[in-house]
């Protein structure tokens, strides 16, 4: 051993940890989980099915077999 002891330097300290308002993450949940569901506040004029709105007419063209397009 030598006859100092070795120490390592300084380093800084990290800032602390910057809360972020209740508001912010309100709208925006960082633990949910993903899901298809559309927006509300859409927009948009056209969108695309999801699997739950193919499976939804499919089972009700089968539940309705003489039932016509017209």
Known sequence: MPAELQTCKPQPKP?????????????????????????IKSNKHHDNLTLHDWLTVFSFIDSHPNTSQE
């Open 15 to 39: 800032a602390p940890y910057i809360h972020k308002s209740q508001a912010d993450s309100e709208s925006h949940p960082t633990d949910a989980p993903a899901t298809s569901a559309k927006s």
